[in-house]
């Protein structure tokens, strides 16, 4: 017996398991040249973009490294106005290590908690980057007026894609089912 000829009412998993298309796919038919246009699940945006940020951070860093004085600075046992103090390398320890932890946290939360982290962690994370500003001059401002809106602009969409993540809608065949729940599967789906 084939499958395409079956009369079961669960279509085969390949067919549910499918990630649904953009609306631009569906209006739009392919043609033979058409690229494929698949939804990328919130989750991966979200720890792309946090990736994204880790590894701008991280450059931003060591591009300060040639700014004249900043190796002679730090030699000198100073960061800006700050001494260098285990107290000190903790902070940034943490300050880096919130986003290093929001990759994973984007990949594994359930929906809902996944949602109100990002808003709550992207949005304090907005004014520790523009903070950079403060070590600057007008001789540099264009390189911190730059990399802090770069970073700024991955945080923004960092809150744009949680604050627009997509709601589930029940169908009236089957129960609601909440932001944090798998979709319901038969036994058969298993």
């Given amino acids: 017996m084939s499958r395409t000829s079956t009369t079961h009412p669960i279509k ?3 067919i549910v398991m499918r990630t649904p298309q953009s609306h631009t796919a569906l209006e739009n038919p392919p043609s033979q040249s058409a690229l494929e246009d698949r939804r990328m699940p919130v989750q991966a945006k979200l720890a792309a973009a ?7 951070v991280i450059y931003i860093d060591y591009f300060h490294l040639y700014k004249p004085g900043a190796i002679d600075q730090i030699r000198g046992g100073r960061i800006f106005e700050f001494d260098i103090s285990g107290t000190l390398l903790t902070s940034f320890v943490v300050v880096i290590g919130i986003p290093a932890l ?3 946290l984007s990949m594994t939360l359930p929906a809902r908690v996944n949602r109100a982290t990002n808003l709550v962690v992207a949005s304090l994370y907005i004014p520790v980057m523009v903070f950079n500003a403060a070590s600057t001059n007008w001789e540099w401002a264009s390189f911190y007026g730059l990399s802090i809106g770069i970073e700024v602009l991955i945080l923004a969409f960092i809150l744009r894609s949680a604050w627009t993540w997509p709601r589930r809608t029940a169908s009236p065949a089957t129960p609601a089912a909440s932001l944090d ?3 319901l599967r038969t036994p058969q789906q298993a």
């Fill in 12 to 14: 085969p998993r390949s």
């Fill in 50 to 56: 946090w990736t994204s940020l880790m590894f701008f």
């Fill in 102 to 104: 929001m990759i994973m």
């Fill in 181 to 183: 729940s798998e979709p």
